[in-house]
């Protein structure tokens, strides 16, 4: 059975940082492409940054040169590293895996940035 179980999410001030993990089971991690979405309140769930096999990166320009993806294979962890945050970073945070057209999601954490 596949899960991503996301921790790391809850409350800080504008401006601080907060590092999110999602480890995986049930798939063989190394072959996924990891990717993390967010959904704010009363929005679309959106990108936020993906990370392939081969570790490369993109990220939505919302978050460019504030957050990072980082995988760990060897504890099939993917890792989302957020700086500088803000209010507009509020929102639910979902890992998702991919591989041939297949995805799964997990539960979500959520992220709260106010003061």
């Known amino acids: 059975q596949v899960q991503l179980v996301e921790s790391g999410g809850g409350l800080v001030q504008p401006g601080g940082s907060l590092r999110l993990s999602c480890a995986a089971s049930g798939i063989i991690f190394g072959l996924n492409a990891m990717n993390w979405y967010r959904q704010a309140p009363g929005k679309e769930r959106e990108f936020v940054a993906t990370i392939t096999t081969t570790r490369n990166t993109i990220y939505a320009d919302s978050v460019k040169g504030r957050f990072t993806i980082s995988r760990d294979n060897a504890k099939d962890t993917v890792y989302l590293q957020m700086n500088s945050l803000k209010p507009e970073d509020t929102a639910i945070y979902y890992c998702?895996?991919?591989?041939?057209?297949?995805?799964?999601w997990g539960q979500g954490t959520r992220v709260t940035v106010s003061s």
């Open positions: 998702k895996s991919a591989r041939g057209g297949v995805e799964q």
